[in-house]
């Protein structure tokens, strides 16, 4: 009897002994060449088609070295599920409008209260500030001393009286709209709080309190180093329309170094942008 030679389908699969299938190389050609015609051909493939990929997929499972086109085309891309990054919420703390409080915000805007506060005032360098600065205070200095900065303070506690005389001062002086830029009324003055320091130095005399102490070796060093000491250059430049005062490189407030690192954290220079209080140039 001739023996009759059965053609192997170029679909068939070599069963191996664990069971599984793995289809050669000339089947996955072929079921892809097919799958392509059927795709070309329409609707009346679509059942066919969804055959293929599944017999396609199964090839791919079997041998990973296989690549699945259907299941590539198939498969969405998953949805995004990220969300805008909100700004961080302001840490509780301190009050900002309780006049004793270390992290009291006093502008134009937002006297203190009651207008006549008065703090617990300690002696530092020859001048009154606020207890509860002093040591920070003295720390500064010193630290300033060992790297040979002659650091002075020439202003620090303003008494409401003592800051009503100032600001009547510059008004006979300059007129009441430029006054009201360089010098606060009485009770919206950061000096009563006893939380603020105008520095001098002694490399520059002709510069205290005026904007060329900016450039000075006092001014360098303190833009360094203040913030160890948990002091906030207040008045800033390019800041005005936001603090009310033109820049002043010699004002400093003391706020604290937690407040200073969220302040970073945040990108933000005044405590008006932190807190998200107003500002400005006029008075409330």
Not at 86 to 100: D, H, I, K, Q
Request: net charge positive.
């Amino acid at each position: 009897m001739t023996a009759v030679r059965t053609r192997r389908s170029p679909f068939a699969a070599e069963v191996r002994p664990d069971g599984s299938r793995r289809f050669s190389h000339e089947a996955v050609v072929a079921r892809r060449t097919l799958l392509a015609g059927l795709v070309v051909a329409g609707a009346s493939g679509g059942v066919l088609l969804s055959r293929l990929s599944t017999t396609d997929r199964t090839v791919a499972a079997v041998d990973p070295a296989v690549h699945d086109p259907v299941a590539a085309v198939a498969a969405p891309a998953p949805a995004s599920t990220s969300t805008p990054s909100a700004a961080p919420p302001v840490v509780p703390g301190p009050s900002t409008t309780e006049a004793g409080s270390p992290w009291v915000v006093v502008n134009k805007q937002h006297a203190l209260d009651p207008l006549e506060y008065a703090p617990a005032l300690a002696v530092v360098g020859g001048k009154e500030v606020a207890a509860s600065i002093a040591g920070d205070l003295r720390a500064l200095l010193d630290a300033a001393r060992a790297d040979g900065v002659s650091l002075s303070i020439t202003s620090g506690y303003r008494s409401y009286a003592r800051q009503k005389s100032v600001h009547d001062s510059s008004v006979r002086r300059n007129g009441l709209e430029t006054a009201e830029s360089l010098s606060a009324r009485p009770g919206y003055s950061e000096h009563q709080t006893g939380l603020a320091i105008d520095f001098g130095g002694s490399s520059a005399p002709g510069c205290q309190l005026e904007n060329c102490f900016g450039r000075t070796r006092e001014s360098v060093w303190l833009r360094a180093n203040a913030g160890r000491f948990g002091f906030l250059q207040r008045y800033p430049e390019g800041k005005t329309g936001i603090t009310g005062y033109d820049p002043e490189p010699w004002h400093w407030r003391w706020v604290g170094t937690d407040l200073l690192a969220r302040m970073a954290e945040r990108r933000v220079t005044t405590l008006e942008e932190f807190f998200g209080i107003s500002g400005g140039t006029a008075y409330a």
